[in-house]
C-alpha cells in the first residue's frame, strides 16, 4: 500500500529469498499459490535468485513435482489468461524444488533447514525464509511449533528475515484463534505473522479506500445523514463441488462471513486512516469490528437467516443438493447460505443498517456492495405525478464484470417532466483493459516485500470472531431453523423478509 503516485510504477523488487510452501500437494498450492509466483516472476516482480521449496509428506522428487505443477498450471493459466510461456516455465521450474516431510517431525524440519541452507549458498540468497502454510489448519501449529524449534523462524531479525503467511481459515471460533495466535507469537513477532485472505487481495477490494478517500465528493456524504442503508452480497453459483468434507464442518458464516464479509464491510465503514501504513489502516478496521452491535445467540437464532441448498436448477442445468455432495453427512445441518443485519454503533454509521448476505448455489456469481442513499425530500420531483424517485445506488462491483456504478435520476427528453433512472459506469475491463491481476499475486508480492498492510492482523481475527462466535453459537443451539433453498434461487423467502421488514429489497436479485 505504500505507494500513493498516481504515475503508473513498477513494484518495489522483494530482497532475495527462498519460499517454503507447506502443503505442497494440496489443490491451492497447485491451483493459486504456484501459478500467482510465477506470474510474478514472468513480470519480473522477483529477484532472479529467488526459489521455492515445496513441503509436504507425499514422496516426489524435485522433478515430479516440478512436471505435476506444469500440468495444473497449464491447466490453471490456460482457463484464465491465455497459454503459459514453454521457455518462461522452464526457466522458472529450475528455481522449485521439492523437499519430503512431516508436519509433525521435528528431525524432518532440521532436514528441511539444511536444505534451505545449501539453496541459500548455490543461489547467493542471504538467508531471507518466507514460510507459507497451505496445509489443512490441523497441521498449522505442529509447523509454526517446528520452524520455531528448528531455529527456522528469526524471531527479532531483520537481515535476514523470516516470515509466515497463514492461511484461512484462522481458527474456527474465538477460543481457537486466539490458541493459534498464541502459539504463532510465541514463535514470530506480530510482524512477522501474514495472515491472508484473498479478497484484499482483488483490484476492486483495494480500490474502496481510493473511491472513498481520493475523491472528495463521497467521502462527505458517506455517513448516516444521507446513507440509508449498505447491502453487501457475495454470491456463488457453485456448490461446494469436492470440498464437503472441510465445507460441513465450517459452513458459510466461518467460510465467508468471519473474513471476506467482514473485510469488506471494514472498508465501507471504517474512518480514513492517518497513513497508508500497515498499522495506521489496520487500527481503523479493527475500531470498525469493535463498533459493531452483538447479536446475542439467542437472537442468532431468530434474527439470522441460515439455509441449506437442495436440488434445483442453475442456468438451466441441473443441480444436486448439498447433502448429495462428497463427503457431505446426509443429515448435515450446516448452512450453504446466510443473511443478517448489523449495525456499527459509531457516531457515523449511527441508524444506518448493514444488510450482509452469501450463500452458494445461486443463481450467478456476484460480489458487490451497494451503498443506497436516502429520499430526495418528498416535493417537487418526489411526489406524483413524476414520483416516487428511485434514490440514488452507488454499486461497487467487487467481481465479476469488475467496476463502479451510480444511479441517478435525469430527465426523459420531452415536453413532460418525466424522470428515468440512469447509471454512469465504469468498468475495469474497459478503463484499464483487461481483467484485474489475482488477487494472489498482490499478497505474496506484499508479503515478500513485508507489507502487511493487507493481511489480518491479530486483535483484528480476534474482534471479528467476536461477533461471527455469538451468531454461530447461537445457530447451534437452535438448529432446527435451517431453512432451504432451491439451487439457483436467491436463497430462502424468510432472506428478502428480512430486508423487506424495513422497506427495503435486495439489489441483487
Ligand atoms: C474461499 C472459500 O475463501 O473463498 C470458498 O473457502 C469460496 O468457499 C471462495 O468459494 C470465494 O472466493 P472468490 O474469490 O471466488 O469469491
Known amino acids: 500500500m505504500s505507494e500513493t503516485t498516481t504515475e503508473p510504477t513498477s513494484p518495489r523488487l522483494p530482497e532475495p529469498f527462498v519460499m517454503v510452501v507447506f502443503g505442497a500437494s494440496g489443490d491451492l498450492t497447485r491451483r493459486k499459490i504456484l501459478p500467482a509466483i510465477f506470474q510474478l516472476w514472468c513480470r519480473n516482480h522477483l529477484p532472479e535468485s529467488a526459489a521455492v521449496i515445496g513441503y509436504s509428506r507425499s514422496d516426489k522428487t524435485d522433478e515430479s513435482f516440478r512436471t505435476e505443477l506444469c500440468d ?150 458517506w455517513c448516516h445523514d444521507y446513507i440509508d442503508h449498505v447491502q ?49 489502516v489496520r487500527d481503523e478496521k479493527v475500531k470498525v469490528l469493535r463498533a459493531l452491535r452483538t447479536i446475542p445467540p439467542l437472537c442468532a437464532a431468530s434474527g439470522v437467516v441460515r439455509a441449506q441448498y437442495a436440488a434445483g436448477s442453475i442456468d438451466g442445468r441441473e ?11 446426509a443429515d448435515s445441518r450446516t448452512e450453504t447460505f446466510v443473511a443478517f443485519k448489523a449495525h456499527v454503533d459509531n457516531w457515523r454509521w449511527s441508524g444506518v443498517p448493514f444488510y450482509l448476505r452469501t450463500g452458494k448455489c445461486l443463481p450467478r456469481r456476484c460480489t458487490e456492495i451497494s451503498i443506497h442513499f436516502k429520499d430526495v425530500p418528498r416535493v417537487l420531483f418526489n411526489r406524483p405525478p413524476a414520483g416516487p424517485l428511485r434514490p440514488n445506488v452507488l454499486t461497487i462491483r467487487v467481481q465479476p464484470d469488475e467496476g463502479i456504478a451510480l444511479e441517478f435520476q435525469a430527465k426523459v427528453p420531452g415536453p413532460a417532466m ?29 508479503a515478500a516485500r513485508g507489507d502487511a498492510t493487507l493481511f489480518t492482523r491479530s486483535d483484528e481475527v480476534e474482534a471479528a470472531w467476536q461477533f461471527v462466535s455469538p451468531i454461530i453459537e447461537g445457530c447451534s443451539q437452535d438448529t432446527d431453523n435451517l431453512l432451504q433453498y432451491a439451487a439457483g434461487s436467491w436463497g430462502p423467502k424468510e432472506a428478502d423478509e428480512l430486508i423487506e421488514a424495513d422497506g427495503n429489497q435486495w439489489h441483487l436479485r
Not at 120 to 125: H, I
Not at 176 to 193: G, P
Not at 233 to 258: C, F, H, I, K
Open 72 to 221: 495444473s498450471m497449464r491447466d490453471e493459466l490456460s482457463c484464465h489468461r491465455g497459454l503459459i510461456d514453454d521457455e518462461a516455465w522452464e526457466a522458472f521450474a529450475s528455481r522449485i524444488f521439492y523437499q519430503r516431510g512431516a508436519y509433525d517431525s521435528p528431525d524432518d524440519f532440521a532436514a528441511l533447514g539444511k536444505r534451505i541452507e545449501t539453496l541459500n549458498a548455490e543461489r547467493n540468497v542471504p538467508g531471507n525464509c518466507m514460510h507459507y502454510l497451505a496445509t489443512p489448519p490441523a497441521a498449522f501449529a505442529d509447523i509454526i511449533e517446528n520452524i520455531g524449534a528448528a531455529s527456522l523462524a528469526r524471531r527479532g531479525q531483520t537481515d535476514p528475515w523470516a516470515r509466515v503467511v497463514i492461511e484461512k481459515p484462522f481458527g474456527t471460533d474465538l477460543r481457537s484463534a486466539r490458541d493459534l495466535n498464541r502459539i504463532a507469537r510465541s514463535v514470530f513477532d506480530e510482524d512477522q505473522i501474514f495472515r491472508i485472505d484473498h479478497y484484499l487481495g482483488k483490484e476492486t477490494v483495494q480500490n474502496i479506500m481510493v473511491l472513498r478517500f481520493a475523491n472528495s465528493i463521497f467521502e462527505h456524504a
Open 232 to 280: 453487501i452480497t457475495a454470491a456463488e453459483s457453485l456448490g461446494v463441488g469436492a470440498r464437503g468434507g472441510y465445507y460441513d464442518r465450517s459452513g458459510a458464516l466461518r467460510d465467508m462471513v468471519q473474513n471476506h464479509l467482514m473485510h469488506l464491510l471494514c472498508l465501507v465503514a471504517m474512518e480514513p486512516p492517518s497513513a497508508l501504513t500497515a498499522v495506521a
Open 319 to 329: 443441480a444436486p443438493g448439498y447433502r448429495q455432495a462428497d463427503s457431505v453427512p
Open 418 to 446: 418525466n424522470i428515468k433512472p440512469l447509471e454512469m459506469d465504469f468498468g475495469y475491463h474497459e478503463s484499464f483493459g483487461g481483467a484485474p491481476p489475482e488477487a494472489y499475486q498482490r499478497l505474496l508480492l506484499d
